[in-house]
Nanobody, 116 residues
């Protein structure tokens, strides 16, 4: 059974940091491009960051550049998203995505709330 389980979300003050994790199982993690998306009510899901299967290349939304860092550990079947200098507008449900060819898997998401 394919599973993507996110963790690490929570309530943080503006300017704070969080580290999100997404633990994968049930597929060959090291073959998949991994991404983090976020969504807030009434808005379309937004691609935040992506990392290639080997971890050699990353890409970020403009809103994430300079503040967020995506990384992966293929030995642990886990992808991470380090969130720094958080702003109120970063409040959203963050979900991880695994993609390889026509295979496309999603986690349930973890809530990040940035508020004082």
């Amino acid at each position: 059974e394919v599973q993507l389980v996110e963790s690490g979300g929570g309530l943080v003050q503006p300017g704070g940091s969080l580290r999100l994790s997404c633990a994968a199982s049930g597929f060959t993690f090291s073959s998949y491009r991994m991404s983090w998306y976020r969504q807030t009510p009434g808005k379309e899901r937004e691609l935040v960051a992506t990392i290639t299967s080997g971890g050699g290349n990353t890409d970020y939304a403009d809103s994430a550049k300079g503040r967020f860092t995506i990384s992966r550990d293929n030995a642990k079947n886990t992808v991470y998203l380090q969130l720094n200098s958080l702003k109120a507008e970063d409040t959203a449900i963050y979900s991880c995505n695994a993609k390889f060819s026509i295979r496309n898997y999603w986690g349930q998401g973890t809530q990040v709330t940035v508020s004082s």
